[in-house]
């Protein structure tokens, strides 16, 4: 039987581009490592077999420059990750600590052209939407949203989004980030936290989770206050309990903030099941997110992100590349390179599991209305004179130091080479097939299946030590840090927040006693400074917003 695509109907056909480099699969991260980069291809085989090349077109992305890395990264990173090497990274002993690169984030073979390849996606795909090449680009070995300016995080080296919408800030007066992995899309958020020219919106596991940042006020400061978003949620979401939250919440930001493109990080660690994860959201319910944001109708960006049950992953993305191409993949899986990974039922579907949801609908309504609150206090969408565009070049933040510029000319001219549709698939003798050779994965490999367990999560823990987990770069985060695969505590670590703050930062006197939260937890200094600097900016009285658990978490009293 042919595999089915239903074509869905009202829907507005859509130009895709689908970024798919077939060396994605060949890096490892190394063994019992959760993240495996073969479930780009496992996805891209379910996408090929299912016929969706028919409903789109296929790319393989020019690998991202170490120059182009540089418009986000800074120097002396970007140059580290393009020399380190599991031969040479005895030498690299004091780079890889300040670079928070060994645990989470190894030295592997090829990382750098890892990184490449997953950063040249996202930019390529956000150059062809500004160009008005296509309406949808999808590019699942993107969506790596912890990756600092100077800094791996959770798996993640290079910040392809950030790199993405900087290129889309090129043409769009406002981009709108929204993100659905498990994790906090902390990365972006920090990106981008004092510009109103990019919204984040992220909708996360919080409390005592990876990364440990993304609390209810966490909101922006200077310009971009009001323009982070961030909406904390519990063990066990169900499909219901996201749509309840997800839809009104995004519809609001749309309407308010109108942006000209839109980012969606389609992270699959939130569906059920995930070895990382703690969501109970089936594949229906996570491609429900992509259904609302399609619906808008804007130049839209999909990356992938986290996910850890590879089966899971590939089926996710693959039935939502499908919905951005207008069809609905039929339930029977085709036959396909990894088959057997699917079995025994051979379904499409990723179920949701009898798991409790410890978000109650109170909860649920408390904190979407405060976050439609803080949407509120935008005031409407801002404004940037075309004209001035490119001269408001620097965005510099106070808090992380970071100094963004928005480039003034085209990132690399090659972008703009109109034989560029040269990259159609097959380009398989673009590259070298040694790169290929060498990097496929191992047979063995694939058949780990104690890899692909559902039940062994817990399990996975980072063998790093959570009392000097904390990158350290600078000393800039504090003593609770624990990687991505542990389930220990880090809530109240706060954003990655360099010292020292200037004092313009806190403009008005904080009513400390009620922004000091977690009192639980050492506060280190610069979590209280930030809290000032957010108290300037919080107007609304005191409301509790209980969490429907419990432990004692006083993480989500707001005042
Ligand atoms: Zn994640």
Redesign the pocket.
Known sequence: MAPEMIPIEGEQKKRVCYFFDSDVSGFHYGPGHPMKPTRIRMCHSLVMNYGLYKKMEIFRAKPATKREMTQFHSDDYVDFLSRITPVNMNSFIKEQHKYNVGDDCPVFDGLFDYCSISAGGSMEGAARLSRDKCDIAINWAGGLHHAKKSEAS?FCYVNDIVLGILELLRYHTRVLYIDI???HGDGVEEAFYTTDRVMTVSFHKYGEFFPGTGELRDIGIGKGKYYALNFPLRDGLSDENYKSVFEPVIKQVMETYDPGAVVLQC?T?SLSGDK??CFNVSMRGHANCVKFVKSFNKPLLMVG??GYTMRNVSRCWAYETGLAAGVELGSEIPINEYYEYFGPDYQLDVKSSNMEDMNSRGYLDRVKNIVLDHLRHTGGAPSVQMSGMFSQTNTYCPLTHYSIDIPRAPIDAQMDDPNADEDLIPPDERRPQRLLDSRRQADGEMSDSDDEGEDDRRDSRSHRDPDSAGPASGGRRFGTAVGIMSTGSTHGIGPTVALPVPTAVATTTPAESDMDIDDDEEAPLSQTVRGKAKASSTTNDSMPVDPPQTQTDTDVSVS
Do not use: A
Request: proline share 0%; net charge negative; hydrophobic share 20%.
């Open positions: 959770g992995d498990v994790h992270g660690d990382l994860g992100g986290g």
